[in-house]
C-alpha cells in the first residue's frame, strides 16, 4: 500500500492525501487536528483509493510538527499507522478600522438567537459523510475580485478580531451563486451574522458555505452539483455592502479556498512523498 501527503503545509492551507492499496479495503479513515475523518473507498484498476481533502485553521493551528493518524480497514480487520506534518507559518494581512459600535458588538437582546445560531452551524461544519462528491479544482462561485483574502485579521475599534476564515468576492446584489463542489445541502437559514446562508456537505469532512446572501435557492437535503446556482448575493446579515462571503470547512478546518479553484488533485500530489506502508491488520 502506498500513502501520499505533503511534509509540510502552511497554517490555512488544504492538502490532498491519497491511499493506494492492491489490497482490499472497506474503510479508510484519518485522524487529523482532533478530528476523525472518514474516506470513501473507490475501485480504479484492481485498485482500491481513497482520497482525503485536509487542511489547518488560521487563528487556531500552531506551528510545528502535528501528528497524522491514517486508520485501515478491511472487514473486521484494523491497521494504524502514525505519520507527522509540519505546519509552517504564513504571514497574513492584517486591517484596522473603526466602525460604529453598534456594527462592533452585537446587542445584549440578540445574544441568545447568536448562541442557538452558533449550535446550528457547528452542526452543520461538523457533517461527517464518507462518500466523496468534491473534485478539483472547485467552481468560482461568483467572478467578482476578492476583497478581502481570506487570514486577514482585522482590528475594530482598537480590539483584535479572529483572522478572516473565508474568502469575501466581489458581488452586486442579484449575482448569482455557483455551488463550488457537488453535494447534500445541510442547513440553510437567515443568521444574525452571516444572513441568509446555505451549507453543502461534499463528503469526507469537505463543508462549503455562502454567506450575506439575498436568496437562497436550494432547501436542505437537496442534492446539487458544482457549477449549480444556488442562489442570489446580497448585503443580509452583518454586512457593510453587498458581497459574497465563501468559507470552505475541511474536518472543522476553516481553510484558504483559494488554491483550489485552479489545482487538480494530481499537481496538489505533485511535492508529495510516497510511502509505502505493511498493514499489521489486528
Known amino acids: 500500500m502506498n500513502v501520499q501527503f505533503p511534509s509540510s503545509v502552511g497554517i490555512g492551507k488544504p492538502f490532498v492525501l491519497r491511499v493506494t492499496s492492491s489490497e482490499p479495503l472497506t474503510g479508510v479513515e484519518v485522524v487529523w487536528q482532533g478530528s476523525v475523518v472518514q474516506l470513501g473507498v473507490s475501485v480504479w484498476k484492481d485498485r482500491y483509493i481513497a482520497l482525503g481533502l485536509l487542511g489547518t485553521h488560521v487563528g487556531k493551528s500552531k506551528p510545528g510538527d502535528h501528528r497524522l493518524t491514517l486508520r485501515l480497514f478491511a472487514g473486521g480487520k484494523r491497521s494504524e499507522h502514525p505519520f507527522s506534518i509540519k505546519i509552517t507559518p504564513v504571514q497574513y494581512k492584517e486591517d484596522r478600522l473603526t466602525l460604529p459600535e453598534g456594527m462592533v458588538t452585537p446587542p445584549p437582546s440578540a445574544l441568545k438567537r447568536i448562541e442557538a445560531e452558533r449550535k446550528l452551524t457547528g452542526a452543520a461544519l461538523a457533517t461527517m459523510t464518507a462518500e466523496r462528491r468534491w473534485g478539483l479544482p472547485i467552481v468560482r462561485p461568483v467572478p467578482g475580485i476578492v476583497t478581502s483574502p481570506y487570514g486577514r485579521r482585522r482590528i475594530l475599534n482598537g480590539k483584535p478580531r479572529s483572522p478572516h476564515g473565508g474568502v469575501d468576492f466581489r458581488a452586486a446584489t442579484g449575482t448569482p ?63 457593510t455592502g453587498p458581497h459574497l462571503h465563501f468559507g470552505l470547512a475541511l474536518s472543522g478546518q476553516m481553510v484558504d479556498p483559494e488554491p483550489l479553484f485552479s489545482a487538480t488533485v494530481a499537481q496538489m500530489l505533485e511535492k508529495t512523498a510516497l510511502r509505502k506502508i505493511i498493514p499489521k491488520w489486528k
Open 177 to 239: 451563486v455557483l455551488s463550488a463542489l457537488s453535494g447534500y445541502v445541510v442547513l440553510t437559514g437567515d443568521h444574525y451574522y452571516a444572513g441568509k446562508s446555505i451549507f453543502i456537505d461534499s463528503g469526507g469532512g469537505v463543508i462549503a458555505h455562502y454567506f450575506h446572501m439575498d436568496t437562497a435557492d436550494v432547501k436542505q437535503g437537496d442534492f446539487v452539483k458544482a457549477g449549480q446556482v444556488v442562489g442570489k448575493s446580497g448585503v443580509t446579515g452583518r454586512a
